[in-house]
């Protein structure tokens, strides 16, 4: 099954959100001003406006997740959407049902929304393309996961006003995160300066090419930034030895209090979540006044609402035959 090509008009002129390519600059700081109104609303006593009532959402989970899942789902309520879950183990795929054959069977009850989460990379796109409702990517395989990067963005935006020329290290298994991919799509658009910091073997060869800087030395790396992001090993995603050991691994490229004392006093630590105590980064650093971990998780529920708002589902658009 096809769907006819649909355009939508307006200032935010697509059906879905699979990919930190398809959006301009103009575009990524318009759900960045959205998600600071939306950010306002849910620090009110009642969290709630009407803006997608009558709007079915699908939150699809193939892959575990907690805040991506638990965010994407209060962004909907927040916005007076209805809202259903699906995890995998609990679905007809253990069962042997295809994504094609579940996204149709979904489609047959009428949601506006789907988000889908999916080990395999272009999930999201591929969904896109077989359903009329608006697909949300909330991370496909090793490809992107726009909607944290741009959490990530504007929580960078939100601590140092400024995104341009802003100096980010994304620190750690670049070679399997969706979260680096996207980061690095999204901050080349607004002109930020990107480094990436890892051992060889987790750092793409050719990288160079995205327009980022690579380093294989923390130290120098936590010197340069005003943002460093730490990202965990995807232990679920390592398919062969890449690095001699875990506490090797942690020794060279865990960000620690001795390392810390490299970083500028208006510096930020990031990290998408979930955190791995010890290895990627230690507990005095997740402790530190710069670190900034549960901003991120804050700002995720603002950021998927300006998201949700502005594709609004993908029943109020012309359709180009
Ligand atoms: N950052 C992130 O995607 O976390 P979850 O896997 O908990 O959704």
Redesign the pocket.
């Known amino acids: 099954m096809t769907i006819p090509r649909i355009i939508k008009k307006g200032e935010f002129a697509h059906k879905d959100l699979v990919s930190m390519e398809q959006l301009t600059e103009k575009e990524i700081y318009l759900i960045l001003d959205k998600a600071r109104m939306f950010k306002e609303i849910s620090l009110r006593n009642i969290k709630k406006v009407p803006a997608l009532k009558g709007k079915t959402v699908v939150n699809l989970f193939f892959e575990?997740?907690?805040?991506?899942?638990t965010s994407f789902e209060i962004a909907a309520k927040r916005l007076s959407a209805d809202i259903v879950n699906i995890t995998s183990s609990a679905s007809a795929v253990v069962k042997g049902e295809t994504l094609l054959d579940t996204a149709q069977t979904l489609m047959a009850m009428k949601p506006d929304f789907m988000i889908i989460r999916h080990s395999f990379s272009g999930s999201a796109l591929y969904l896109s393309k077989i359903v009329s409702a608006s697909v949300l990517n909330a991370?496909d395989g090793l490809h992107e996961?726009p909607t944290?990067a741009l959490l990530d963005m504007y929580t960078m935006k939100e601590y140092k006003n400024r995104l341009e020329g802003l100096k980010v290290a994304i620190v750690g298994d670049i070679a399997h995160s969706r979260v680096a991919r996207s980061n690095i799509i999204g901050l080349n658009k607004v002109k930020a300066d990107v480094m990436l910091v890892g051992p060889k073997t987790l750092i793409p060869t050719g990288i160079e090419k995205m327009n980022v800087k690579v380093s294989h030395d923390l130290k120098e790396a936590v010197s340069w930034a005003d943002v460093v992001m730490m990202l965990r090993i995807q232990l679920e995603r390592l398919t062969e030895g890449l690095f001699p050991t875990i506490r090797e691994y942690s020794m060279l490229y865990g960000l620690n209090k001795e390392i810390l004392k490299n970083l500028r006093k208006d510096a930020i630590i990031m990290h998408?979540?979930?955190i791995n105590r010890n290895v990627e980064i230690s507990p005095d650093v997740v402790n530190d006044k710069r670190c900034v971990i549960l901003n991120q998780v804050e700002n995720g529920v603002a950021v998927r609402m300006a998201v949700l708002f502005l594709l609004r589902g993908a029943e109020k658009v012309s359709i180009e035959q």
Do not use: D, K
């Not at 575990?64 to 899942?69: C, F, Y």
């Open positions: 575990p997740s907690t805040r991506t899942r991370g996961h944290q998408p979540g979930p």
